[in-house]
């Protein structure tokens, strides 16, 4: 069994900056690509940013220059440093990983959302 557990999220006002984690834990063989995605009120949620295990970051374009996602793979564990909020940034933010289990069995599992407001 692995859980992903994400921390961070908050109100914050325009301009501001925020700083997500996530910790998986469990039956872990391997983390393969970590990410964030995020969902706000009324819309699908939507890609936010991805990083390798070796460390390739990949960005939406509405977050590129502002966001960094980065990894601490011995803690298993993957950030996003959120700068310069806009108010657009608020939503629940989800982190999700590919994980190989000890069990060799791999799937994409889902953290259960952290909030991110900003405020104009």
């Known amino acids: 069994q692995v859980q992903l557990v994400e921390s961070g999220g908050g109100l914050v006002q325009a301009g501001e900056s925020l700083r997500l984690s996530c910790a998986a834990s469990?039956?872990?063989?391997?983390?393969?690509?970590m990410g964030w995605a995020r969902q706000a009120p009324g819309q699908q949620r939507e890609f936010v940013a991805r990083?390798?295990?070796?460390?390739?970051?990949t960005y939406a374009d509405p977050v590129k220059g502002r966001f960094t996602i980065s990894r601490d793979n011995a803690k298993n564990t993957v950030f996003l440093q959120m700068n310069s909020l806009k108010p657009e940034d608020t939503a629940v933010y989800y982190c999700?990983?590919?994980?190989?289990?000890?069990?060799?069995?791999?799937?994409?599992?889902w953290g259960q959302g952290t909030q991110v407001a900003v405020s104009s």
């Open positions: 999700n990983g590919e994980v190989t289990a000890t069990t060799r069995a791999t799937f994409v599992y």
């Open positions: 469990g039956s872990i063989f391997r983390i393969n690509d």
């Open positions: 990083i390798t295990s070796g460390g390739c970051a």
